[in-house]
């Protein structure tokens, strides 16, 4: 879980995960502190004691979200991974939906299961403008995925770390998987309001970089040499 200045946050995010995930499968917590200048690496701290599970990674300076997940993918041990927004509108109950579905074949394909928020608890203007970006998207990158933006998405972890890093890449999870020859399933999850906190982005951030980026990620796929029916030679 990637977070900048969610001090208010990450003390019920982190029960609510221990609650979502306790006695369902060995897991850890790995949240990455891009560069908060509030009190969120002191309110992980008061917490490392109740919960064992709690690993805290902190970047020096900000360096985005992107960066953030590809520091903590880094850093876990697990074979999975799910990710979470640190703003505490994605729901960790969501969390065993997804690896329910994960368990079902975890040696086929590479699969990506991406949370698809049903009823956003988004303003007006921000739910439109995700609303358009999606169409823009979908009919360029043909990821045929309706909710790319929600931060809840659960995938193995080597298969992440082939993917090629960019920043902002985060807002392409999806687009990503298919180009290494994998599979996404969208899942209906829950989606709450922001109670605490201020969001980091607004709209204008965006909509110009998501212009740009998008330009880089249609020029990816179109170089992409992805194998297939790979088998070890025997010896």
């Known amino acids: 879980m990637p977070v900048l200045n969610e001090a208010e946050n990450v003390a019920a995010l982190v029960a609510e ?3 979502a995930l306790d ?12 560069g908060s200048t509030d009190g969120t690496v002191v309110a992980l701290m008061t917490l490392t004691s109740r919960f064992p599970a709690l690993r805290i990674v902190r970047h020096a300076k900000r360096c985005g979200q992107s960066a953030a997940i590809r520091t903590g993918v880094k850093a876990a ?5 799910a990710t979470l927004d640190g703003d505490g ?5 969501d969390i065993p939906k997804l690896w329910a579905q994960a368990r079902k074949d975890p040696d086929a394909r590479p699969l990506m299961l991406a949370g698809q928020r049903a009823k956003r608890q988004d303003s007006w203007s921000k739910r439109y403008s995700s609303k358009a970006a999606n169409k823009i998207r979908r009919s360029l990158l043909k990821d045929d995925t309706p909710d790319t933006g929600c931060g809840l998405k659960l995938f193995p972890r080597e298969v992440f770390l082939d993917f090629p890093y960019f920043d902002h890449m985060h807002r392409f999870l999806c687009a990503l998987m298919i180009r290494a020859g994998g599979e996404i399933i969208s899942v209906p999850v829950n989606h709450r309001p922001r109670l605490r906190g201020a969001s980091k982005y607004g709209f204008w951030d965006r909509l110009w970089v998501g212009i740009f980026d998008l330009i880089g990620v249609i020029w990816l796929q179109q170089r992409a040499s992805i194998p297939h029916n790979t088998r070890e030679v025997p010896k």
Do not use: C, H, S, T
């Open 17 to 19: 995960i221990a609650a």
């Open 89 to 93: 509108q994605n729901d960790p109950a």
């Open 23 to 34: 006695g369902l499968a060995a897991y850890e917590m790995v949240f990455v502190d891009d």
């Open 77 to 81: 041990k697990g074979r999975f991974i």
